[in-house]
């Protein structure tokens, strides 16, 4: 098993669109859903995409979620500077019997 | 909707153990579970163990077995996380947030408390 993969940083324009990937294994991203949470500088994290795909209510559909065998993805599209955060991935692992969360990509809109 | 409000931050030495409190209000208590996640300064976030309000059945990260345990409180729609033999790696915000199952720890879980410090240090 293994610790998903982000890249550490990620960065745009305001309006462009920015791709987030998560590397994991057969253990986790393989064979269960993957969330995505967004962490606003020093706040808890925010829930923004669920069972790989799904936007709980209040997330702007700006926000997408993607899954394909062990990796996954996040974009964000019309990237706006409140975008600007930490996001993290997670997807239970079937080996750990347990969570496992992806390693964390800042974006950063210049 | 249900929010989470948890304990004040904590200072503890090295081998104390520390109880965390996490408050829910807004949604019927047993029906869904609590899983807690701790982020050490700078790090990403680490998962610690979900436990079922309907039931108390738990799962507790490998890493920590033996050193976490995970309560609740119906009556005062409260969870615990107490974590003994306190490490100086064990300085961490810790998290509790909703699981969207009672019964199955591997679904997704949404709001979270606003987390707690935990500081270890001589």
């Known amino acids: 098993q293994s610790v998903p993969t982000q890249p550490p940083s990620a960065s745009g324009t305001p309006g462009q669109r920015v791709t987030i990937s998560c590397s994991g294994s057969s253990s986790n991203i393989g064979s269960n859903t993957v969330s995505w949470f967004q962490q606003l500088p020093g706040t808890a994290p925010k829930l923004l995409i669920y069972?790989?795909?799904q936007r709980p209510s209040g997330v702007p559909d700006r926000f997408s979620g993607s899954k394909s065998g062990t990796s996954a993805s996040l974009a964000i599209s019309g990237l706006q500077s409140e975008d600007e955060a930490d996001y993290h991935c997670a997807a239970w692992d079937d080996s750990l019997n347990g969570f496992v969360f992806g390693t964390g990509t800042k974006v950063t809109v210049l | 909707q249900v929010q989470l409000v948890q304990s004040g931050a904590e200072v503890k030495k090295p081998g104390a153990s520390v109880k965390v409190s996490c408050k829910a209000s807004g949604d019927t208590f047993p029906n869904y579970g609590i899983t807690w996640a701790r982020q050490a300064p700078g790090q990403g976030l680490e998962w610690v163990g979900w436990?079922?309000?309907?039931?108390?059945?738990?799962n507790y990260a490998q890493k920590l077995q033996g050193r976490v345990t995970l309560t609740t409180d119906t009556s005062a729609t409260t969870a615990y996380m107490e974590l003994r033999s306190l490490r100086y790696d064990d300085t961490a915000v810790y998290y509790c947030?909703?699981?969207?199952?009672?019964?199955?720890?591997?679904?997704?879980?949404?709001?979270w408390g606003q987390g707690t410090l935990v500081t270890v240090s001589s």
């Open positions: 947030a909703r699981a969207f199952s009672a019964y199955d720890p591997r679904r997704y879980f949404d709001s």
């Open positions: 436990i079922s309000t309907y039931n108390g059945k738990t």
């Open positions: 069972t790989n795909n």
